[in-house]
């Protein structure tokens, strides 16, 4: 794939063109992944909470 961008920068007399060439690849998936069920977090303990008076 080609990618050409055009510009003209202010302090330059002439207008410039920059060409990039890049490739891309397909690939074959080989196997499915799947992420693993989240675990879940460990229950925390009674917590009491001391009135004043």
Do not use: N, V
């Not at 302090?11 to 799947?34: C, K």
Request: aromatic residues 10%; without cysteine; proline residues 9%.
């Amino acid at each position: 794939m080609e990618i050409t961008h055009k510009d003209w920068p202010d302090d330059w007399a002439f207008p410039a063109t920059w060409t990039a060439l890049i490739r891309i690849s397909i690939a074959e998936l080989e196997y499915d992944h799947e992420a693993p069920e989240p675990e879940q977090p460990a229950k925390k303990g009674m917590l009491r909470r001391l009135g004043k008076g």
